[in-house]
């Protein structure tokens, strides 16, 4: 009977002991979720590079949004996209073995902004080509291809992208379209995530077709291990989501920015005569 009361009392006290671990676990990941709960703290740095252009042009309330995933459809090619430094560095396996895990990430971050935004009320949707390689960029079924005909219709094109880990890698920015005075959403957007000059290696394949090109961050560090870990992988890829949108609601309210930017002419949008 002692024997039995002795044991009832271990497992009530074992429970208690577990229970005050799992409080005590649970607390210190709250903790840690509402710390990286800024942006700077989980894309990490913007990009270091000087650019000086602002988006002024007014966009329509309505404007149609398209979201693009970068390199949908250049896998196994050479611009298959980064594979991060998980994989690169330190020998984890990849997200998915067909496509490298930029690819996979943009495709995920891809979903939820246009959930978000739609949910929000905004004219806006994907496209995602399906085949995941396309030789020729000028295909009418890849990205570019489409994000071009939209942004001729008077759309707004973005494509995003995760940028390269380390050394290989700039940071997060915005590139703006290479023929086309940067608007509203475009500053928005710079104003949150950083901004790229317009000629950013000579003017991508992208901005130069009006598609504009957001890259998120390194695929590295805190913001990759927060994607990584299926624990917090869904609040990242939606606080991110909330981010974007949102800078496309600040960009179409016409949010009076303080500008106290210099304008260099050097760093506007450039006539296609020139490239
Ligand atoms: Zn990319």
């Given at each position: 009977?002692?024997?039995?009361?002795n044991?009832?009392?271990?497992?009530?006290?074992?429970?208690?002991?577990?229970w005050f671990?799992?409080?005590?676990?649970?607390?210190?990941?709250n903790?840690?979720?509402?710390?990286?709960?800024d942006?700077?703290?989980?894309i990490?740095?913007?990009?270091?590079?000087?650019a000086?252009?602002?988006?002024?042009?007014?966009?329509?309330?309505d404007?149609?949004?398209?979201?693009l995933?970068?390199?949908a459809?250049?896998?196994?090619?050479?611009?298959?996209?980064?594979s991060?430094?998980?994989?690169?560095?330190?020998?984890?396996n990849?997200?998915?073995?067909?496509i490298?895990?930029?690819?996979f990430?943009?495709?995920?971050?891809q979903?939820?902004i246009?959930?978000?935004?739609k949910?929000?009320?905004?004219?806006?949707?994907?496209y995602?080509p399906?085949?995941?390689?396309?030789?020729?960029?000028?295909?009418?079924?890849?990205?570019?291809?489409?994000?071009?005909?939209?942004?001729?219709?008077g759309?707004?094109?973005?494509e995003?992208?995760?940028d390269?880990?380390g050394?290989?890698?700039?940071?997060?920015?915005?590139?703006p379209?290479?023929?086309?005075?940067?608007?509203?959403?475009?500053e928005?957007?710079?104003r949150?995530?950083?901004?790229?000059?317009?000629?950013f290696?000579?003017?991508?394949?992208?901005?130069?077709?009006?598609?504009?090109?957001?890259?998120?961050g390194?695929?590295?560090?805190?913001?990759e291990?927060?994607?990584?870990?299926?624990?917090?992988?869904?609040?990242?890829?939606?606080?991110l989501?909330?981010?974007?949108?949102?800078a496309?609601?600040?960009?179409?309210?016409?949010?009076?920015?303080?500008?106290?930017?210099?304008?260099?002419?050097?760093?506007?949008?450039?006539?296609?005569?020139?490239?």
């Open positions: 009977m002692l024997l039995q009361k044991k009832l009392l271990n497992i009530i006290i074992t429970s208690i002991l577990v671990t799992y409080a005590f676990l649970e607390l210190r990941f903790q840690r979720i509402n710390a990286i709960n942006l700077e703290l989980i990490g740095r913007s990009a270091n590079l000087t000086s252009w602002i988006g002024t042009q007014e966009v329509e309330k404007i149609p949004i398209l979201i995933a970068g390199h459809d250049s896998q196994g090619l050479a611009g298959a996209g980064t991060g430094e998980a994989v690169d560095k330190y020998g984890e990849p997200m998915n073995p067909e490298s895990d930029e690819l990430w943009n495709l995920k971050l979903e939820s246009v959930k978000v935004g949910k929000r009320g905004l004219n806006i949707r994907s995602d399906g085949i995941r390689n396309i030789d020729d960029p000028n295909d009418p079924r890849t990205n570019w291809s489409v994000g071009k005909k939209f942004a001729e219709n759309g707004y094109a973005i995003i992208h995760f390269s880990y050394k290989y890698g700039v940071g997060s920015g915005l590139i379209p290479v023929f086309e005075v940067p608007n509203k959403i475009d928005s957007i710079a949150k995530f950083g901004r790229f000059p317009v000629l290696r000579g003017g991508l394949g992208a901005p130069k077709r009006q598609i504009r090109i957001l890259e998120i390194k695929l590295e560090g805190s913001l291990k927060n994607l990584r870990n299926i624990k917090t992988r869904q609040k990242t890829i939606k606080l989501s909330n981010e974007i949108i949102q496309f609601f600040n960009g179409m309210n016409n949010l009076s920015f303080s500008s106290n930017l210099m304008h260099y002419e050097e760093d506007t949008f450039v006539p296609e005569i020139y490239l």
